[in-house]
């Protein structure tokens, strides 16, 4: 049986996976730029879609050099963070003392054990909150997806494309994608069928949409979101894959030629002007993907909204050549990077040569403080 320390500790390693894939991320970002590849969208989110995946086979990587290095069959390729920190401070790296070195490196057993064990009013505050806001997100998860299968069901059908289903509703604003066990589902509001243009920018926006997989990845991260609910990294991955799929489609959509640009870019106008009339169902309904969504707080702010990014880089799309070599070029390393890191941040689960000499500094450390006090005049007064 799993223990309770052992899903903390996963637990903490995919958060901090999460921080460091994604600062990794944004340096390849930089370096994408400095290529002029700065609109190759389609390469950026599955980028980052494979460093997610990356984090979140991490644990089932660890059990396996786990069960492997038990067997004796990986014994030589142990790398632990911690462990390289001691030989580094042994070899004389840096300078500090052996017990706060010693202290340092036992935090995070020290804070899993515990929360593991509820000991003390600091671990039991943190089991609160995490418990108080796992509730409230799956609260909200749960009611999401009910306001969302209310609106599909209501909505009248009118196209059928294989496991496609189009309908049509008067409760909407927006057109959205998305999908049951078997079926997908595409709603467009009822007042599309007499805007030709609209109806037809629409429907290539969120058939690509459900080519790119957006709403797998989109259930994903929705799901997920009551156990990371306390990471902002982990929000701010999540607003970063719903921009780049957003470009992304839009770029794909407008490379296939079947829609002119300035069709698409009115439509993302006008549907963009409709949903400042909110409609609260439809605004709290996940998970889904939708043609546009008003950024209210970036025009409040003077900032540019992502309504003007996608504009933009519509004006300023250029198709690149061999975009999987590229792709493949920043994903390999970066995955293993990923991976390493894994494998590296665990807790050192044996006692190495240098382990036991760190110890020994810290014995030594301790009898010298005894015999210092013992030596002063009066201390056993």
């Known amino acids: ?46 980028l980052l879609n494979a460093l997610f ?23 030589h390729l142990k790398f632990n963070l911690s ?6 401070y042994l070899s004389g790296g840096f300078d500090m003392k052996a017990s706060d070195l010693e202290r340092l490196l036992a935090v995070r057993g020290a804070v899993t054990e515990n929360v593991a064990n509820a000991a003390g009013w600091g671990a039991s505050s943190i089991i609160a909150v995490f418990l108080l806001g796992g509730v409230i997100s799956v609260g909200r998860l749960i009611f999401s997806a009910f306001c969302l299968y209310r609106i599909v ?10 496991r496609v289903k ?20 595409i709603v467009i509001p009822s007042h599309m069928l007499g805007q030709k243009d609209e109806m037809k920018v629409s429907l290539a926006h969120e058939l690509q949409h459900l080519r790119q997989g957006d709403i797998e990845w989109e259930i994903l991260l929705e799901v997920l979101k009551p156990i990371f609910f306390w990471n902002p990294a982990y929000h701010a991955w999540k607003r970063q894959v719903e921009h780049l799929r957003e470009l992304s489609c839009d770029s794909e959509v407008l490379k296939k030629g079947r829609v002119d640009i300035v069709s698409y870019c009115e439509t993302l106008l ?22 546009v969504t008003a950024d209210r707080l970036s025009w409040r702010e003077g900032r540019k909204s992502f309504l003007e990014q996608r504009v933009v880089s519509l004006l300023h799309a250029n198709h690149m050549r061999r975009p999987r070599i590229l792709t493949l070029c920043f994903i390999v390393p970066l995955v293993a990077s990923v991976l390493l890191c894994a494998v590296a941040i665990q807790r050192s689960g044996d006692w190495s040569q240098d382990r036991l ?21 009066g201390a056993w007064n």
Not at 173 to 181: A, C, D, M, W
Request: glycine letters at 4%; a positive charge.
């Open 83 to 88: 462990d390289q920190v001691v030989s580094h």
């Open 166 to 185: 189009i309908g049509l509703s008067d409760r909407i604003l927006v057109p959205f994608s998305t999908r049951g066990l078997r079926n997908y589902y």
């Open 357 to 377: 000499m760190l110890s020994t500094i810290v014995n030594l450390e301790r009898l010298d403080q005894i015999n210092s006090q013992a030596s002063t005049p």
């Open 270 to 291: 006008s549907v963009c002007q409709r949903t400042l009339r909110k409609d609260r169902s439809f605004l709290i309904a996940f998970p889904k993907v939708t043609l």
């Open 153 to 162: 069901r209501q909505s009248h059908a009118w196209r059928k494309l294989g």
């Open 53 to 75: 995946l990356a984090i979140l086979i991490s644990p089932a990587l660890i059990l396996m050099l786990n069960a492997l290095q038990t067997h004796g069959f990986t014994a």
């Open 1 to 46: 049986m799993i223990s309770i320390s052992a899903i903390l500790d996963v637990f903490i390693t995919l958060n901090i996976l999460i921080l460091v894939a994604f600062s990794g991320w944004w340096i390849c970002r930089y370096l994408l730029r400095s290529f002029g590849l700065q609109h190759a969208y389609r390469s950026h989110l599955k």
